[in-house]
């Protein structure tokens, strides 16, 4: 499966961004989605998660509260909206498949990735 992320940009602090991931290649509702996000001199971390079976969601507890994330098998479409921004918030978001099909923060365990698009939250 190929997936490519689109809608990062520059934002103001306080203001939203809306990242789509949109797949195409092998059957999209099998898999569980994911997106993760990695800025500068900083490891890769999990930010939020779909499963394929109900949609169940999972978020890491910085995004809790102000992100969600929604599928939409249809389309073969991910979303991510984070609300909220904030300057830390700053960094390259990749959204990311598994054939496991369950939400995960290991980044490990997704086999499919994305090639990132740049969020830039300013202050």
């Known amino acids: 499966v190929q997936l490519q992320a689109s809608g990062g940009g520059l934002v103001q602090a306080g203001g939203s961004v809306r990242l789509s991931c949109a797949a195409s290649g092998r059957t999209f509702s099998v898999y569980a989605l994911g997106w993760f996000r990695q800025a500068p001199g900083r490891e890769r971390e999990f930010v939020a998660a779909v499963s394929w079976y109900d949609s169940s969601t999972l978020y890491a507890d910085f995004a809790k509260g102000r992100s969600t994330v929604s599928r939409e098998n249809a389309q073969n479409t991910v979303t991510l909206q984070i609300n909220c921004l904030k300057p830390e918030d700053t960094a390259v978001y990749y959204c990311?498949?598994?054939?496991?099909?369950?939400?995960?923060?290991?980044?490990?365990?997704?086999?499919?990735w994305g090639q990132g698009t740049q969020v830039t939250v300013s202050s």
């Open positions: 990311a498949a598994n054939v496991r099909g369950d939400t995960y923060i290991a980044s490990q365990l997704y086999d499919y």
